[in-house]
């Protein structure tokens, strides 16, 4: 997906490209996560919980009799296995937006580099594009991802973005 895009949205569509996802765009694999100690455990538990997501507790030992393909880091203590976890499919989610976002009346430009943005006056902010187009607009989101301060600079911020 491009970096700029303007998003005009709303419920309904939000809802359809929901309902995609659950429907072409996930598997139902199981997974776990695993702690250090049960008190960080427990923030974990308590919104599961709160969302009624069924799930076990388990010992670092219990685990791995349970489960012996795999191995743990030496910290940890607690592993919990949640049973509806699974694995968005990364390529499936983009299309099923970005259909959504054509079927609302949005333009995708793709391999269009944004080289520059900037502040037209006090409503407007205009961005230039590498094929030389330009736009203006009252709106602007940035996904630009990592790269964003490149884009930011120009208008003066700068976000404390980390690759961890
Ligand atoms: C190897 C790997 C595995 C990962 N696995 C998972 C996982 O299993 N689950 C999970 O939830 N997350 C995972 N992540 C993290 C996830 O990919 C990121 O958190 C997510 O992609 C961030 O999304 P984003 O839209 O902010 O940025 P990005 O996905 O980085 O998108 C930014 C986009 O902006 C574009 N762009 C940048 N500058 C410009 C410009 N000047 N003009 C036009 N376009 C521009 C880039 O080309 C890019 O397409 C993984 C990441 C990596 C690297």
Redo the contacts with the bound molecule.
Sequence with gaps: ????TQVSTNTTALTNASVHFRCFSFSKTGGFSYFDNMEEAQVHIDTLDEHQVPYDVMTREQFLNQYPMYTLPGDVTVVLTEHPMG??K?DACLKALQAEFVKLGGVLRDS????HVEDLDEKFVRVK??SECIFTCDKLIV??????N??LYSMGFKLDVKVI
């Design positions: 997906m491009n970096a700029f694995a968005l990364a269009t580099e944004v080289v594009t590498c996904c630009a991802g990592t790269w964003i490149k884009l």
